[in-house]
């Protein structure tokens, strides 16, 4: 099955700089790749997402890369602000009907006023 | 815009009572996906359905059931309950077509 390795665990940043947080996946048939940001005692909410057939797809501060060849997606987020502060997952997943999603292990994101 | 609604918010059961969440999908959405998240990890997913069939498994223990009815609302059935039971319990929809899935508030269950 599908393995999903994110780094790093925690990262912390001072508002207004960029961060970066780095998955690998193992199954070479999986297809797309969401991020979803976690607040304490909350549902992932979808923040970005990217399907095989494309690179790279910015929203605002928020981008993500894909490199199918070496199996790693990141995300990258710039002019970070206090409330970008929270646990983000990255996950994968064949995208065919009821798919489950394999979650890499969360990045704890501390952006410091 | 509407979200997908879970009900209910938190439930607090005894070990080997039984306990039944529930799930509402965003309108027009046709799959719901149930995933189970312990403390401080990600989510692990158990079961999926289209259209009222199941659509994937994953580490869904023996003791638990699922099924989505005609409006499409599922139900996550989990009976002789244990300690490690005790998690986040979050429900997730989408469309068929495009995967995409986006999550619900969640269920806390605390087995005692």
């Known amino acids: 099955g599908e393995n999903v390795e994110q780094h790093p665990s925690t990262l912390s940043v001072q508002e207004g700089d960029s961060a970066v947080i780095k998955c690998t996946y193992s199954d070479s048939a999986s297809n797309y790749f969401p991020w979803y940001k976690q607040e304490l005692g909350k549902g992932p909410q979808l923040i970005i997402d990217?399907?095989?057939?494309?690179g790279e797809k910015k929203d605002q501060r928020i981008a993500v890369t894909l490199n199918k060849t070496a199996k790693h997606f990141s995300l990258h987020i710039t002019e970070t602000q206090p409330e970008d502060s929270a646990v983000y997952f990255c996950?994968?997943?064949?995208?065919?009907?009821?798919?489950?999603?394999?979650f890499g292990g969360g990045t704890r994101l501390m952006v410091k006023p | 815009a509407a979200g997908v609604i879970q009900s209910p918010r938190h439930l607090i059961k005894e070990k080997r009572e039984t306990a039944t969440l529930k799930c509402y999908p965003i309108?027009?959405?046709?799959?719901v996906y149930w995933y189970q998240q312990g403390p401080g990890q990600d989510p692990q997913f158990l079961i999926s359905?289209?259209?009222?069939?199941?659509?994937d498994k994953g580490s869904i223990p023996d003791r638990f059931s699922a099924q989505q009815f005609s409006d499409y609302h599922s139900e996550l059935n989990m009976s002789s309950l244990e300690l490690g039971d005790s998690a986040l319990y979050f429900c997730a929809s989408s469309l068929l077509a495009r995967n995409t899935q986006y999550f619900g508030p969640g269920t806390r269950l605390t087995v005692l």
């Open positions: 359905f289209y259209e009222k069939m199941q659509s």
């Open positions: 990217i399907r095989s057939n494309v």
């Open positions: 309108p027009r959405h046709d799959t």
């Open positions: 996950a994968a997943s064949r995208n065919n009907a009821g798919n489950m999603l394999t």
